[in-house]
Every structure is written in structure tokens, then in C-alpha cells.
């Protein structure tokens, strides 16, 4: 059973598109989460979301958006791509955010494609 | 500026032998620390996480870590490297409440 699963696995698109990334989690977490990757392997977050609270990393552009349809789905919207914005895109979830020795649990990435 | 460092971009190891995949961190408080796998064109996978207690903190497949407060470090560890081991391998801390920030990661290569 996956527990954090992620579509599409890739994605390649033009500059100027919107595209969305979806992710969902069966593990009954009320926490999760979105990072980047880039191409020299490094992560960052870029936001963490429950149903309290979204946070947002303040350097993420604001053609990204979180969107969470319920609990279980946190899906990532993104507009006028740009070709920086290729990288790979992990989804990721943890019980709850206060937890401060939550165990987070990652999805296995949307690689992302901007021509 | 909390961080966490991981000083070695490759670490290759004969089979067989024992591997060490280094980790300091420098956070504001207590921290709690993580380590993470990544297989290629995978998702991250939880080896083994550091909150209170025992220095020494065992996790999956045979990895172990050691918090040394002193050195501020929390160094990979596993007795006899397996060729399936080879992968990017992920330090991680956070204190408090606050988001997990990761270090640039570290390629082992485990030779046959």
C-alpha cells in the first residue's frame, strides 16, 4: 500500500503553463508537506499545511499554491511556468506539524520539466 | 542561521567494510535529527531519527547514528556495507515546531 503517493511521476510542459501536481496520503496525517529539489539534489520546503494552517517558505514565487481539497490531499498548483522551476517535486506528510519529533513521510516526486 | 552540514558530496566504500556518512548540524536549541535514504528516481525513505535519550540511535537496515552534542554532529553509520546501500543519503534536523531543513546530501557508492 503506498502511503504517500504522487501524480504524475513526470511532467513536461512549456513556459507560460499552469500545471498541477497532485498528492495524497492514506496514512491519516494531519500535516503536509511540499518540497523542491533541484538539479543539484538539494530540498527545500516550500510549504507545510493542515487544516489550521498553511505556511509558506516567504522565497517560494507566489505562482505556486497549495491547494487541499481534505485532510488527505495537498495538491500543488502552478502558474506561467518558468524554466526555473523544473526540479523534482516531493510531497510529504507527518502526523502534525507541532509534533516536534513527527516523522515526516515522502512521496516519490513529480519530476518536473520546463522547455 | 540554523543549518546542517554534510561535508562530503561522495563517500565510496568497499563491500564489506564499515561506512560513515558524516552529519554537524548548527541549530538554536535542542535539536532533533533524521536521517533520510533516496534510491534513484525514489521518494525519501526514514532510515532513523535522533530525539532524546541514547546517543546511539538504531534504524532500518542495519544503520546506525550517533548524536555527539559536543561535536554537533550526528554521523551515519553501518558496520559492513552492502551493495544495495549505494544511494543519496539525507541529514535533516529541526528544532521545536519549526520545518525540517535537509543537508546537500552525501552519494555513497558501495564497490563490489
Known amino acids: 500500500d503506498t502511503a504517500v503517493s504522487q501524480t504524475p511521476k513526470y511532467l513536461v510542459t512549456q513556459m507560460g503553463n499552469d500545471k498541477s501536481i497532485k498528492c495524497e496520503q492514506n496514512?491519516?496525517?494531519?500535516?503536509m508537506y511540499w518540497y523542491k529539489q533541484d538539479s543539484k539534489k538539494f530540498l527545500k520546503i516550500m510549504f507545510s499545511y493542515n487544516n489550521k494552517e498553511l505556511i509558506i517558505n516567504e522565497t517560494v514565487p507566489n505562482r505556486f499554491s497549495p491547494k487541499s481539497p481534505d485532510k488527505a490531499h495537498l495538491n500543488l498548483h502552478i502558474n506561467s511556468l518558468e524554466l526555473g522551476d523544473s526540479a523534482v517535486y516531493f510531497c510529504?506528510?507527518?502526523?502534525?506539524?507541532?509534533?516536534?519529533?513527527?516523522?515526516?513521510?515522502f512521496g516519490p516526486g513529480t519530476r518536473l520539466t520546463v522547455l | 542561521a540554523q543549518s546542517v552540514a554534510q561535508p562530503e558530496d561522495q563517500v565510496n566504500v568497499a563491500e564489506g567494510n564499515p561506512l560513515t556518512v558524516k552529519c554537524t548540524y548548527s541549530v538554536s536549541g535542542n535539536p532533533y535529527l533524521f536521517w533520510y535514504v533516496q534510491y534513484p528516481n525514489r521518494g525519501l525513505q526514514f532510515l532513523l531519527k535522533?530525539?532524546?535519550?541514547?546517543?546511539l540511535v538504531k534504524g532500518s537496515y542495519g544503520f546506525e547514528a550517533e548524536f555527539n552534542k559536543s561535536q554537533t554532529s550526528f554521523h551515519l553509520k553501518k558496520p559492513s556495507a552492502l551493495v544495495s546501500d549505494s544511494a543519496l543519503y539525507f541529514c535533516a534536523a529541526k528544532t521545536g515546531a519549526n520545518n525540517l531543513f535537509f543537508g546537500t546530501g552525501t552519494r555513497l557508492t558501495v564497490i563490489p
Open positions: 535522533y530525539i532524546t535519550g541514547d546517543n
Open positions: 496514512l491519516g496525517h494531519d500535516t
Open positions: 510529504a506528510s507527518s502526523q502534525e506539524a507541532s509534533g516536534r519529533t513527527d516523522t515526516q513521510y
